[in-house]
């Protein structure tokens, strides 16, 4: 049997101002690590055999704040999405500037790819080869520090959802998802959003 625990990095300056970061590589906010800070009790306090981290800044930092063992795998296949031309903008922005690009997202999201970023479909098959990856692992109890558009892939993945209805759950920054796996078969054990200080 395995133990996925799934970990959205913290707060960063995109998350508070309600920018795309996709693959800028930023820092925590000071808020980012607090509640970081909190998710430690969620965690297992026997540790975990492997840990597979990001490449970006930001899952780096908050892996450093749970975990002093080591050393991290880092893994490009559960880098965020790519935005392109869109990270560092914001959502109304974006419709002022690109307007043709955002009604070619509306009718169909999950094969639209913004100017110089990557499609869903593209993170989906790129986590799906991770999530294969990870089926070779020995039993045990995993811990997968990551973004939020990787642990949506993931969910359509796992558990053959449409994409639009992962936006149903709520994946905040730090937001823990365990999932456990039997046989080959993913079963969601819970999912927990950890309130931010200031």
């Known amino acids: 049997m395995k133990e996925i625990y799934l970990l959205r990095h913290g707060d960063t300056d995109a998350t508070e101002k309600g920018y795309y970061a996709g693959w800028s590589d930023i820092a925590l906010s000071l808020r980012g690590k607090k509640r970081i800070a909190k998710v430690?009790?969620?965690l297992p306090p026997d540790g975990f055999r492997k840990i597979f981290v990001s490449p970006l800044r930001r899952t780096q930092e908050t892996a450093s704040l749970l975990v002093s063992q080591g050393p991290f795998e880092v893994c490009e296949e559960i880098k965020e999405r790519s935005?392109?031309?869109?990270?560092?903008?914001?959502?109304?922005?974006?419709?002022?500037?690109?307007?043709?690009?955002?009604?070619?997202?509306?009718?169909?999201?999950?094969l639209f790819?913004?100017?110089?970023?990557e499609s869903f479909q593209v993170v989906l098959e790129r986590v799906t080869l991770f999530w294969e990856r990870l089926g070779k692992e020995s039993?045990?109890?995993?811990?997968?520090?990551?973004?939020?558009?990787v642990i949506r892939s993931l969910l359509v993945h796992l558990f053959k959802m449409n994409f639009a209805s992962t936006f149903y759950f709520l994946l905040d920054p730090g937001v823990l998802v365990k999932i456990r796996e039997e046989?080959?078969?993913?079963l969601l054990?819970?999912?927990?959003?950890?309130?931010?200080e200031g």
């Open 113 to 117: 790819t913004p100017p110089g970023g």
């Open 139 to 149: 039993p045990g109890r995993y811990l997968v520090v990551t973004h939020g558009g």
């Open 40 to 42: 430690r009790e969620f």
């Open 183 to 186: 046989n080959g078969f993913p």
């Open 83 to 110: 935005f392109g031309n869109w990270e560092g903008r914001g959502w109304k922005e974006i419709e002022e500037q690109f307007p043709q690009e955002m009604l070619e997202w509306r009718k169909n999201p999950l």
């Open 189 to 196: 054990v819970s999912m927990v959003n950890v309130e931010a």
